[in-house]
């Protein structure tokens, strides 16, 4: 049994005692004992061929604990990589759904009943601006309308229009919105409802445009 | 002029150590990057959204750095 402490290290010996370039460390000063390799630090293969020999599931499955310790805590540091990828891609769908939504953000206008349909307190149920969105029309007084999207900003529940009470009601959760200005007033919604733009003309009322509001 | 010597084992596993605690912060502000971006989208507040891509582009870019360096670092350990 051969007494090296380097056992078939190809690197050249090196004094300890002298500071010398070939004392390389981290900062270029640490003892050269640091570089000795310790039976721990090597790994014989069943098969007794060296590490570069040996096939690739082997070396991603390594049978000593400090290698597996490093390849573990490699494809740990991989994964960490990977899944910072899945949230860049998370947010690149974000603004992406923003870009697509500001990309026909010009609704047009559509008509949504005629002003001798609607009493006084009367609403109506209407779709704008697409044929899934769901809003509501409230005649407050004689030339008083408001509308809003009929989708609660709790958790998108339908809101029913209360006219003699001044309140749209949510019954999924008992949230409650202003009618006057669709601001939430009780329960768990925080945000107010899209505002409908509104045009009365020619006897009829026409839908311009949705505000989105956060406070 | 000597080759450097390439890192032992131990000094290459408490390089990833250093590595993953950086990934870890990296990757916990993405976190909540996402998430404070996906409730201010939802709340309407759209402002937000493409700087928050932006910076969580630069985290990525930090990670494929980190990354690059242990690929490096794995050629070198032969």
Known sequence: MSDDPHMGDPRPDVDPRVTSPTREGLAGTAPVSLYVRTRDQITIAPDFKPPEAQPAWRRDFPIDWPQDQYVERRDFMKFLVLTSFAFTTGQFWIAAQQWWQRRGEVPGERRIAAVGDLAVGGTVVFDYPGEHDPCVLVRMSADEYVAYSQKCTHLSCAVIPQPEEGVLHCPCHEGYFDLRSGRPIAGPPNRPLPRIHLDVRDGAIYATGVEWRTT | ?78
Not at chain 2, 8 to 30: H, K, N, T, W
């Open chain 2, 1 to 78: 002029m000597t080759r450097p010597r390439p890192f032992s084992r131990d000094q290459r596993v408490i390089i990833i150590y250093g590595m993953l605690a950086f990934a870890v912060i990296i990757v916990v502000l993405q976190l909540w990057l996402l998430t404070a971006t996906m409730n201010a989208y939802l709340g309407a507040d759209t402002a937000v959204v493409w700087p928050a891509a932006a910076a969580s582009l630069f985290c990525l870019l930090l990670n494929v750095g980190l990354l690059r360096y242990l690929a490096r670092l794995d050629r070198s350990a032969g």
